[in-house]
């Protein structure tokens, strides 16, 4: 659905993006992540053919998006900051979005209303900042994009309405077969709506998985020995970290529960415990090296 | 997928309405209450004055009002529907839209075009209508509407397209609005800045001959304003044929911008360089042209580079970079001083031996020569009328002033620039192959090795007929002569108007000048008498008196007029005679005793004396200082009845000896 290929973009000498290459299928919910200034926000709008990138390629749906009204037609951006004219009522603004997207929904903009609950009649720029948000998504989602990004979407949104949009989304995602983007500093904020994770860290995408696989394929091991620890206990494990507390030694392994289990197995351990990692925990151990960037994503 | 295929957004157009369509409501106002109004007004008030208009051009009603609106309503307009391009949060919003660039370029031009045009039309409607159903012939007639009309939607036309072209460049809307009034008038700027630096660089350099009426028509501000009443068709063609290419620019420029620079100065990189170092040479020479005409040293054109150079170096570098904290950017600075340095030694040095030019006299047809301050060459000379020819053609003249040239050469110094008495002389030879070579010099005509050139020419029939009307007027077109003694003028002036007297005046006159002697012409002394004579094309032509003109002086007396025609001792009281530079009317009328700064003469030999050595202060080689004489007729010694100024050095040896000159 979504293919960025390497990507890069300069601005004002600084690299902001290095070679970004990132694919995001059809219905899925892809989370960006990164800390402040990472290049998330210039990623989405280059994603949107908002900006153009220097080099590299955005292909969605099979054609580049830059300057093309008919892909655009089907993507709607929600930026972190949000815009509307200024003066504009929540209804004036849905005509001016029929009249530019073609597939604006006028039913699914009432039905929206309703669950909202908000004065159409009123000025967007009176609306209260998690008001406005609601506006945004109301106005985006009536516009039955195939593609929804949305650049920090949560922030500022107490839990009812986070929990309330989470779930419209995830609605259309399951109707429609939507496809959606979300950029966030805080891999909690997004872990129970993704199934996509890409780690935005100084321009460079520096980890890409599928959220399901992660979770399955990396395992927490509490073992011990009477006879303390057999030399080639570990010669045909993915051993990630390793830690003894007392008798007892903790791992990190990367590998099918069921492998780690007969191997280990063999070398008949006293307490032999396997666990489930914390996603968080997961991304530590994971990114090892280049840990001390994911920290920030993870508080 | 289905997609409208509607081309218009009509929402987008609302939104344009929305946000700037109030400028057009006060633009239809301002035209509203500067013409229509105003002509109702005047009709209503049945003011007379009115009824005989010299000129019927709608402009000239509340001209001040219509310049301001006209050449203000288009930037603004360009200012506010190009606002989301420079504000980041809209710049992201319309350009994740799916419409194309193009698309809502030409959507926000078209709001544009018709607010600035509408007003105007709906002002020609009412003004149309007007004329229709009322008697206002004498302050308009139809085709005023049209030109007006015409001329108003042009200029608005070509200056909103500026402001097009800029806002695409630009990230702030603030930069686009002073940067398209800069746009504007660059063309015309930049010619007159070049021609006067390299005036400043090449001796013999003319700037006015590149600098004449027509830079004015090269910036459509300064057009409109000088020219707003003689636009012609073709004009027009071409200002519209301009907003085009600017447009095609523009959305071309607008297709390859980069929307992360909003809010940035320039947003092409490419254009920041060109930016910086052209904001700095434009405020270089603007800094060498103000210190250059204002001042008479040639070290403040230096010192006035350097200060327009450092100031729009950093200027520039400010805007770009949005910082006060510039100055440790000396680098760009550094190398641009040592390019600009590089530049004007080489201009300077004169390669193509432009300075020592001088064409051989078998290739020049004529030449225009002027020793005056006045430039007139290539220019309509309305106020002369009986001047047909501005050349010198003979063959004595033309080695003269190939000779007198030579000299100037020799003589001139980079450094004369603007001195207060410096005269300027202008040489224009016009070569048989076509070409012209053009030259101007200031300088100091009375130096004498000029002497002997300047003796030849100024002598010369060719010469004097090019500088005295009268001699190129028949006799017998004359219809009325009138001589002023210069004192008491209203009573005594003698009138002549027997065509047979007239016609032995004139040609006695016309012997005197072509007699006339360099020295009389350079240094003469005058009777105080002002000739006019008045020809049958009611043109009016003044003369001073000389006292070389002995023809004229004798057919005076024979005819009895010499009395009254001059000014002699007896009929004066008292002169009193002070520096120019003082105070003096205030000592002529409250002092009565001499004093250093003040003499009165009542001895009538002396006074004669005054009279005999009389020199207007602006003809031939007068210089300062001047000095004030005040002529006391009758009992009052009060309030002296004409003053002049004469040079001091036409005072008499007991004036000079009592302030003390030479």
């Given at each position: ?22 694919h ?32 590299g390629?955005?292909v ?8 093309n ?125 993704c ?14 998985k ?21 030399t080639?206990l ?11 507390r ?38 530590i ?10 920290e920030?994503?993870?508080? | ?20 369509g109030?400028i ?189 009426r ?12 000088d ?55 434009c ?5 060498g ?14 010192i ?55 064409p ?13 301050h006045?430039?007139?060459?290539n ?7 009986y001047?047909?020819?501005q050349y ?10 190939r ?72 006799t ?17 002036q ?24 360099f ?30 003109y ?68 602006e ?42 000159l030479?």
């Amino acid at each position: 659905m979504i293919n960025i290929n390497n990507v890069s973009k300069d601005f004002e000498r600084s690299v902001v993006l290095k070679d970004v290459s990132l694919h995001v299928n059809q219905g899925s919910i892809y989370g960006l992540l990164g800390s402040n200034g990472a290049g998330k926000t210039t990623l989405l709008k280059i994603a949107t053919g908002i900006l153009q990138q220097d080099h590299g390629e955005v292909v969605v749906n099979e054609q580049v998006i830059f300057e093309n009204p008919h892909i655009k037609n089907n993507v709607v951006f929600i930026p972190d900051v949000l815009y509307f004219f200024s003066q504009y009522t929540v209804i004036q603004m849905a005509k001016f979005y029929e009249d530019i997207y073609s597939n604006w929904n006028a039913e699914r903009f009432a039905k929206l209303q309703q669950l909202f609950g908000l004065d159409v009649n009123k000025k967007i720029q009176r609306f209260s900042k998690g008001m406005q948000r609601q506006v945004a998504f109301w106005l985006a989602l009536s516009a039955m994009p195939d593609v929804l990004v949305l650049d920090e979407p949560f922030d500022g949104l107490d839990a009812v309405i986070r929990q309330k949009i989470k779930n419209l989304i995830i609605q259309d995602v399951a109707d429609r077969e939507m496809t959606v983007i979300i950029s966030s500093h805080n891999l909690r904020e997004v872990e129970d709506i993704c199934d996509h994770i890409g780690i935005l860290h100084q321009g460079s995408l520096i980890l890409e998985k599928d959220l399901d696989d992660l979770k399955s394929d990396i395992h927490k091991v509490q073992i011990a020995f009477k006879d303390g620890l057999p030399t080639e206990l570990f010669n045909h494990l993915d051993v990630l970290h390793k830690d003894q507390r007392g008798s007892v030694l903790l791992c990190i392994i990367r590998g099918k529960d069921q492998d780690i289990a007969k191997h280990i197995s063999q070398y008949k351990p006293v307490v032999y415990d396997l666990l489930p990692l914390t996603l968080e925990e997961i991304f530590i151990y994971e990114m090892g090296g280049v840990g001390y960037a994911i920290e920030n994503v993870l508080v | 997928m289905p997609l409208k295929t509607s081309w218009f957004k009509k929402e987008i157009i609302k939104h344009d309405l929305r946000n700037v369509g109030w400028i057009g409501i006060i633009y239809l106002c301002a035209l509203i209450f500067a013409v229509p109004l105003e002509i109702l007004l005047r009709i209503s008030n049945e003011d007379y004055n009115n009824y005989y208009m010299d000129e019927t051009s709608l402009f000239n009603f509340h001209l001040e009002i219509q310049y301001f609106a006209i050449l203000l309503v288009p930037v603004v307009l360009a200012v506010f529907l190009f606002r989301y391009l420079h504000v980041k949060g809209s710049t992201d919003f319309i350009h994740s839209l799916p419409i194309k660039r193009e698309k809502l370029i030409h959507h926000h031009a078209i709001t544009g075009i018709c607010l600035v045009i509408l007003p105007v039309i709906i002002t020609a409607i009412i003004l149309l209508i007007m004329s229709v159903t009322m008697d206002i012939s004498n302050y308009f007639v139809v085709t005023d509407i049209g030109y007006w009309l015409g001329v108003t939607i042009v200029v608005n036309i070509v200056i909103f397209a500026s402001a097009i072209l800029i806002a695409t460049v630009t990230g702030i809307s603030t930069v686009q609005g002073v940067l398209t009034y800069i746009f504007l008038l660059f063309p015309a700027g930049i010619v007159v800045l070049v021609m006067f630096n390299m005036d400043y660089l090449l001796i013999g350099f003319s700037e006015q001959y590149y600098t004449n009426r027509s830079v004015i028509e090269l910036s459509p501000i300064t057009d409109f304003v000088d020219n707003f009443d003689q636009f012609s068709l073709f004009k027009s063609i071409v200002y519209l044929i301009i907003s085009v290419a600017l447009y095609v620019v523009s959305v071309q420029l607008y297709r390859r911008r980069h929307l992360e620079f909003a809010s940035q100065a320039i947003t092409f990189s490419l254009l920041k360089p060109i930016f910086k170092y052209g904001v700095t040479l434009c405020m270089t020479m603007l800094g060498g042209f103000y210190f250059g005409e204002t001042q008479t040293q040639y070290y403040w054109v230096i010192i006035g580079y350097l200060i327009g150079s450092i100031l729009g170096y950093f200027l520039a570098e400010m805007l770009l970079t949005k910082t006060w904290r510039v100055f440790n950017k000396w680098k760009g600075y550094f190398f641009y001083i040592i390019a600009l340095a590089f530049i004007f030694i080489v201009i300077s040095l004169d390669i193509t031996g432009y300075e020592n030019k001088i064409p051989e006299a078998d290739e020049i047809e004529q030449i225009y020569f002027s020793t005056d301050h006045y430039y007139n060459y290539n220019q309509e000379i309305e106020e002369y009328r009986y001047l047909d020819s501005q050349y010198v053609t003979t063959v004595e003249n033309i080695e003269a002033v190939r000779g007198f040239h030579k000299q100037v050469i020799e003589q001139s110094t980079r450094f004369d620039v603007n001195d207060n008495w410096f005269e300027r002389i202008n040489i224009a030879y016009e070569l048989k192959n076509g070409k012209t070579i053009v030259r101007e010099y200031q300088m100091d005509k009375t130096i004498p090795a000029y002497q002997p050139y300047l003796k030849t020419i100024y002598e010369s029939t060719e010469y004097k007929q090019l500088n005295n009307q009268i001699l190129n007027v028949a006799t017998n077109q004359v219809e009325k002569l009138t001589i002023s003694p210069g004192v008491n003028d209203d009573e005594n002036q003698t009138v002549v108007f027997d065509p047979q007297q007239i016609q032995e005046a004139i040609a006695a006159l016309k012997k005197d000048i072509v007699n006339q002697s360099f020295e009389s012409i350079i240094n003469g002394s005058y009777y105080m008498s002002t000739i006019r004579i008045l020809t049958s094309d009611n043109e009016d032509i003044f003369l001073e008196f000389n006292r070389s003109y002995t023809n004229f002086e004798a057919w005076l007396k024979d005819n009895q007029l010499y009395e009254d025609a001059v000014v002699t001792a007896d009929e004066i009281t008292k002169v009193g005679i002070a520096n120019s530079e003082i105070d003096f009317y205030e000592l002529f009328t409250n002092e009565t005793e001499n004093n250093s700064e003040l003499l009165f003469v009542e001895d009538k030999e002396d006074i004669q004396s005054l009279l005999n050595n009389y020199s207007p202060s602006e003809v031939g080689y007068a210089r300062p200082p001047f000095y004030a004489i005040a002529f006391f007729v009758g009992e009052d010694d009060k309030d002296p009845t004409t003053e002049y100024w004469i040079p001091a050095n036409n005072l008499p040896d007991f004036v000079k000896a009592y302030f003390d000159l030479n």
